[in-house]
């Protein structure tokens, strides 16, 4: 799922591409897309897009008259621009279309959980925000509040929306590999040099991936969105070796999701339990990284 190091790259080529620019429609390519109804999806035409914004990981469209699109990505969301005319494009679920081109919203795969979602209003907007605080905007003390406000795993806090905007399974896993923290690790255990390893490490962390993202796309419009990115230390390196102490990268399985981590960078040589392979192996399953 594209997070916040990505979906703020969309929005600044969203800058350069729509704001100040006259929305001519709206077409829903496929009819589950659009999850409203009030106001109608033809409210925006013919309307200039005034300016863009970030609701945790969804992007949203700001028009005049307090009117919205909100548009959630999910897993297997993207934006793809087409200057000039263009009909359609592979994948695409639903077109705005514009005088000077076209941005087409793709969806990959069978389970279709991209949206679009129109609202008037401040307030209705506000009701689409989980709550998460902005990582990047926020003191360590507001942090640790956020963090230690219920007592979870950090990798489950981090990935909350309702305590942290825009951070997902691939950049905690990052986050927690450059904190030099287990993803198991309780948060009300952490101790004060802990919360600010992490709180260092979660700014530099997305601050270093926008980077670089914003390198990569340059002048033009994001390509190749993908949480498995070349660079990354643990996230989707399952036996790669871990740049900092070549110790293969680990996983923890869960549900549609795997987290990523090095032993002993962070678990002080300890393998985690795998849920699924812990309990098929037992006894056997190995209890270290040099068992291994």
Sequence with gaps: ????????VYLEALDRKVVGRTLTRIRVLTPFVLRSYDPPVDAVSGRVVRRTRRIGKRLVLAFDEDLFVVIHLMIAGRLVWKPGAAKTTKNAVAAFDFEHGTLFFTEAGS???ASITLVRGEAALKALDPGGIEPLEV?????????????????????????????????????????????????KSLTGDEIQRLYDAT???????TDILRAEAGEGF???????????????????????????????????????????CQTGGKLLADRSLSRLLKDDWPKSIDDI
């Design 111 to 113: 389970r279709k959980r």
């Design 222 to 264: 994001p390509e190749k969105v993908t949480a498995f990115r070349e660079g990354m230390a643990v996230h989707g390196r399952y036996k790669q070796p871990c740049p900092v102490c070549t110790a293969p990268v680990q996983r923890i399985v869960y549900a549609e999701n795997e987290c990523n981590y090095c032993a002993r």
């Design 1 to 8: 799922m594209p997070e916040l190091p990505d979906v703020t």
């Design 203 to 209: 700014r530099v962390t997305l601050r270093s991936w």
């Design 139 to 187: 003191s360590l003390e507001e942090f640790t509040d956020a963090l230690q406000g219920e007592n979870h795993t950090v990798k489950r806090s981090l990935t909350d929306p309702r305590l942290f905007s825009g951070i997902g399974n691939a950049y905690s896993d990052e986050i927690l590999h450059a904190a030099k923290l287990s993803p198991l690790k309780v948060t």
